[in-house]
């Protein structure tokens, strides 16, 4: 029994070690083994929440949710007279017609999948993700996730994309359990998506909301990636990180009285947050209907 009860302590004490992250200079591994560190005498829950898109997930050149919906319209509805096609077709025309980043949006994507089952939809972002984007999770991410997981964090995703497109992959490919999991939820009905969206939306200041809402605690880590995760970071009582901060939009920015009139790296970089650049470059020779249609490309990051 003796010989058993060293075993546990060994391990425990083992298993909470700082491994360092590979691609990071040795400011950043410092501060986050010294975070990682400190947080050993918290005895509370301990959270991490990270974003998705641009944070855990390459977003170059377009983001997954978008790609897959505008290819399902394209093999399922296109060309077809029928009122259902006609329906999610003109749902489509207004997606590539409108501001891309708000509360409209997101709806008109749950829109855009109603009707469908929730295990359709799951489908359609596991082959989707499988097609284009498997490589596209940071390994940087993944190596602080493991640090996190070996000193005891709760892990959570909250994203502004459809929840029930997203969980499987992310789960699968993360080691992220599907209930901390947390994207746009619309009610399921009789196995079926229907456009009711389910409160707190977390979109912009909603990821805040969906935070005290669904994962009822401060987190002591948040990450992002843009300005959406803003109100979100902010809710860290610990460390902040961004990832691939823009740093070239000013202009933009100026009428944002949250930056104070700076870009979005100088806000971040002025709040002492760990600011890392993972690599987000177009990979593979895969055809892009998001190309065919016009959409905008997302910026694209090297390693410094």
Known sequence: MLVFIF???AFSSFAQEFHKISGWNEDINNKLETFLEGSRIIKERKVAVFDCDGTLLGQ????LADEALY???GTHFSDKKD????AKMAVIDSLLNGNNVGMDYVQ????????LSATEVQQIGEEMFQEKYQNKFYPQMKQLLANLEDYGFEIWVVTASPEVLYQQFVSENTGIPLNRIIGVKSVIHDGKVTRTLVQPVPQDAGKADAIQTFIKAKPLFVAGNSRGDWEMMNESVGLKMIINPDDSKKLQHEEDSSLNGQTLKEYWESQKA???TCEDLPEGDHSY??????IRKNAEHENN
Not at 60 to 63: D, N
């Open 60 to 63: 170059s050149p377009y983001y």
């Open 83 to 86: 009122s259902l096609s006609i």
């Open 7 to 9: 075993c546990v302590i």
């Open 108 to 115: 008109k994507r749950i829109s855009f999948l109603s009707g």
């Open 71 to 73: 290819n399902y319209a």
């Open 274 to 276: 760990l600011i890392v």
């Open 289 to 294: 209907i998001s190309k065919d249609l016009n």
